[in-house]
T-cell receptor
Framework: RKEVEQDPGPFNVPEGATVAFNCTYS??????FFWYRQDCRKEPKLLMSVYSSGNEDGRFTAQLNRASQYISLLIRDSKLSDSATYLC??????????FGKGTHLIIQP | DTGVSQDPRHKITKRGQNVTFRCDPI?????LYWYRQTLGQGPEFLTY????????KSRLLSDRFSAERPKGSFSTLEIQRTEQGDSAMYLC????????????FGEGSWLTVV
């Protein structure tokens, strides 16, 4: 089983819709969790950290379920500019971050 | 610009040649990471430094790869005897030592081996 698994998509979603991604991780010792966004041929950029209690940043909501070892990202009122690859990331605090392969999101006008 | 900078941004080299990439991290960051990313994949961890000490190396880092951070500031990643399979984007990132802190990436160095 891979350390971090995501559905690669693509997810084709109409503008204004709500879309959700899930991600599962295998190492129960993982301590920190993040969502990164990556545009085509660009570097990954931090979208948001994921906290146990769940957290929201504008149209984005992240949830963590430690018991089931999954992380979710919800995007409300999606914009064309949300089109990107969303990378699920975990950190065991002993080394660098471990990335999933990413979920490709396409927002259609 | 006080972000992570990488040089060169693009490199085309012939198979068998050596290449070196440089990374300058955010100045107050103690940790520096190297990742490799190929098309359709997430970034894959290669190695990381805490100050000048190289603390972990992935098994992806074959003996043709070597990384240094001699003074705990900038770092270099050298690939010897390049192969076509080395074609990828090489990403450098840095972070403070604070537990659980996120990392910040440079724009990457694209390598094409022909």
């Amino acid at each position: 089983r891979k350390e971090v698994e995501q559905d690669p998509g693509p997810f084709n979603v109409p503008e204004g819709a709500t879309v959700a991604f899930n991600c599962t991780y295998s190492n129960s010792a993982s301590q920190s969790f993040f969502w990164y966004r990556q545009d085509c041929r660009k570097e990954p950029k931090l979208l948001m950290s994921v906290y146990s209690s769940g957290n929201e940043d504008g149209r984005f909501t992240a949830q963590l379920n430690r018991a089931s070892q999954y992380i979710s990202l919800l995007i409300r009122d999606s914009k064309l500019s949300d089109s990107a690859t969303y990378l699920c990331v975990v950190n065991r605090d002993t080394d660098g971050l471990t990335f999933g392969k990413g979920t490709h999101l396409i927002i259609q006008p | 610009d006080t972000g992570v900078s990488q040089d060169p941004r693009h490199k085309i080299t012939k198979r068998g040649q050596n290449v070196t990439f440089r990374c300058d991290p955010i100045s107050e960051h103690n940790r520096l990471y190297w990742y490799r990313q190929t098309l359709g994949q997430g970034p894959e961890f290669l190695t990381y430094f805490q100050n000048e000490a190289q603390l972990e190396k992935s098994r992806l880092l074959s003996d043709r790869f070597s990384a240094e951070r001699p003074k705990g500031s900038f770092s270099t990643l050298e690939i010897q005897r390049t192969e076509q399979g080395d074609s990828a984007m090489y990403l450098c990132a840095s972070s403070p030592i604070v537990s659980g802190n996120t990392i910040y990436f440079g724009e990457g160095s694209w390598l094409t081996v022909v």
